[in-house]
């Protein structure tokens, strides 16, 4: 038996946001200048209530050592990082000089800067530097979607036991049914793919376009 999650409507979208998900000043002009600079990308950003939740589940685990994939202009990262504690590090993965520019300022404003290392260049390459141990407490991936697979096979083995690896976009406004593109077909068999993982416990959660939670056994 399943029960249907509520229709989420605009108006209580923002009833979710207002009730424990209020980003404050320096989120807010976070999104509001993605907005206006990159208005075509700037749905890259995750969601206010995602934002949110990547904090609380990073204090929940304790988290000291962290990873990004996709890091755009900074909002998940930022998130991430404000549920670290002051010496823990999270690093970043990206390709885009511009777009992190614009993450660079925010985390300095948040006074996190000093918690986040960035690394430039094809995640695919970048994350074999990452020591080949079980030393990953948190992971969070949103990147291309062809990509996901290599960035999941790269993270999986760097978890601890009980750390936890987050996927974003894996519903694709529920096109994985009927795919429509490459990157619905990607994110639809890596879904089958995370289902038949036995190294982790994974969720689905119906949160913005989806978002994945993978416990390593």
């Known amino acids: 038996m399943t029960t ?13 946001v207002a009730h424990g998900s209020t980003p404050d000043d320096v989120m807010r002009d976070l999104v509001e200048e993605t907005r206006a600079v990159l208005p075509a990308q700037a749905t890259m ?10 904090t609380l589940l990073t204090r929940l685990l304790g988290a ?4 990004e994939v996709g890091t755009f202009t900074g909002l998940s990262s930022l998130a991430i990082a404000r549920g670290l504690p002051d010496d823990g590090r999270l690093t970043c993965f990206d390709i885009s000089e511009e777009y ?6 925010y985390w300095a ?7 986040i290392e960035l690394r430039i260049g094809p995640a695919g390459e970048t994350l074999r530097e990452l020591p080949y141990e079980r030393h990953l407490d948190f992971a969070f991936i949103d990147a291309d979607k062809t990509g996901y697979p290599v960035y999941w096979a790269e993270l999986v083995p760097r978890m601890r036991p009980g750390g936890i690896v987050a996927v974003d976009n894996t519903l694709r406004g529920g096109r994985v049914i ?6 619905d077909r990607a994110v639809a068999a890596f879904n ?3 289902m038949a993982d036995v190294r982790v416990e994974p969720v689905l959660l119906p949160i913005a376009d989806g978002l994945t939670l993978a416990r390593v056994r």
């Open 64 to 67: 000291r050592r962290a990873v």
């Open 178 to 183: 009927a795919p429509q593109n490459a990157e």
């Open 192 to 194: 089958d793919e995370v």
């Open 100 to 105: 992190t520019g614009i993450a660079r300022r």
């Open 109 to 115: 404003r948040a006074g996190v800067a000093e918690r």
């Open 45 to 54: 950003q995750v969601a206010p209530e995602q934002a949110a939740l990547l």
């Open 4 to 16: 249907k999650p509520l229709p989420l409507t605009p108006e209580l979208h923002a009833y979710v």
